[in-house]
């Protein structure tokens, strides 16, 4: 038999034995546990079903039920790790990391990639596909969970704290559900479903993975409450450092052996942190344009293995045209790499973010502005990647525009 097939069909038998993995959520009859294949298949139907409510643009519904049938694959190895569980969230990501490796290792190379890479941005949750993926796998359990008199919240003592808490993207992704959740929070309290522990007048993290002290319900260090992906890798802003440029030339030799330069056009060191003298995020975001027609797949297998997180049809501030391609760098499961690099992969074109840069660099006064703008947002944006990014983008489409007309 081909190899190719081969380990495609071993790939698709050890997925099936995600029919006997049990979750703590009851069917809506409370005739038993489900499964992680019909929690997976429940949260790829109300993806579909929902998609009317998402609130943030740019979400691919078919790259959102990708990530609904690919999201708790490695449970069959791992083992379902319940939402509340304090215990079993210190282990969870090494846990389910080991299993990743094993399973999507038997895939052909490609694919492979694309289904880790799919599951990786699922769990990073800094994607609009991803965010609204994220709110709907939480979504699911919680109306089941409304439905069968709070099953597992009962079971497990959970509080009106913990569920907003967990509830979080679906607030930021679906809004126009928020009210919903609202009333369904309120009302199991009354039912005595869930604890009531100040609710919604606890300020809500956003998603999460880790955990921290157990049996500590504050809001900010719960396990249950699962510390968010914000909080491992934060905005952190940095004085300017004059080895940014060496940083940037490093990465720039490294892609030019990994792709060969028959397939990049141009690599630019582009953001704050090609600003000489700004205060920046110490992230070095590099423009990588190649030639048309580069065939995708093999450019992303060309990467070292471990060292790069490719997201596909990531949210940009500014716009972006095939191949919408980000690939990350330096983010480690403990948190960020000394070095730390975003590369934008586009096809060749003329793109704002020189324009943007350059100006700053030619406009000291606009940089200076820019700077402050920063570190007024830090104060309200440390742990919440989309809502900074999303607070500078006015100013910068102003400067843009500016810069594009000058």
Request: aromatic share 10%; with cysteine.
């Amino acid at each position: 038999m081909d190899e190719r097939i081969k380990g495609q069909l071993f790939f698709l038998a050890e997925a099936d034995k995600m029919k006997n993995v049990a979750r703590q959520t009851l069917l809506a009859d409370k005739s038993r546990e489900e499964t992680d294949a019909e929690h997976s298949w429940h949260f790829a139907l109300m993806a579909m079903t929902l998609y009317e409510y998402v609130g943030i643009e740019g979400v691919d519904i078919n790259r959102v039920i990708k990530m609904a049938l690919l999201h708790d694959l490695v449970e069959v190895y791992a083992g379902d790790t319940f939402a509340y569980d304090t215990e079993g969230y210190e282990s969870k990501e090494a846990r389910e990391r080991e299993a990743a490796d094993k399973l999507f290792s038997v895939l052909p190379e490609a694919q492979a990639l694309e289904y880790r890479s799919l599951w990786e941005e699922f769990d990073l949750m800094e994607t609009p596909d991803a965010l609204y993926a994220s709110a709907v796998d939480r979504f699911q359990p919680f109306y089941s969970n409304y439905l069968t008199n709070g099953h597992t919240w009962v079971k497990h003592g959970v509080s009106d704290k913990m569920v907003y808490s967990r509830m979080a993207p679906v607030k930021k992704a679906m809004p126009k559900l928020w009210g919903f959740v609202v009333d369904v929070i309120n009302d199991s309290c009354e039912k005595g479903y869930l604890k009531y522990d100040n609710g919604e007048n606890a300020e809500p993290v956003s998603a999460g993975i880790k955990g921290g002290e157990k049996n500590n319900l504050d809001i900010k260090n719960s396990v249950a409450e699962e510390e968010p992906r914000g909080r491992k890798y934060p905005i952190v802003l940095s004085e300017y450092n004059p080895e940014w440029p060496e940083w940037f030339e490093e990465e720039k030799l490294n892609l030019e052996r990994a792709f060969g330069k028959g397939v990049i056009n141009k690599i630019t060191h582009i953001g704050s942190t090609s600003v000489p003298g700004m205060m920046a995020k110490p992230t070095i975001d590099i423009l990588l344009e190649i030639h048309k027609g580069t065939d995708i797949e093999k450019l992303v297998g060309a990467l070292p293995k471990g060292e790069y997180t490719c997201l596909t049809k990531m949210a940009l501030t500014m716009e972006t045209k095939e191949p919408h391609l980000v690939i990350l760098k330096g983010y480690l499961p403990a948190g960020f790499a000394e070095k730390v690099y975003h590369i934008h992969v586009r096809y060749p074109g003329d793109w704002d973010e020189p324009y943007f840069s350059g100006y700053l660099i030619s406009h000291p006064e606009v940089a200076a502005q820019y700077a402050a703008l920063k570190q007024g947002l830090l104060r309200n944006f440390e742990h919440d990647r989309d809502g900074y990014t999303e607070a500078k983008t006015g100013f910068i489409r102003a400067v843009i525009e500016e810069a594009r007309q000058s």
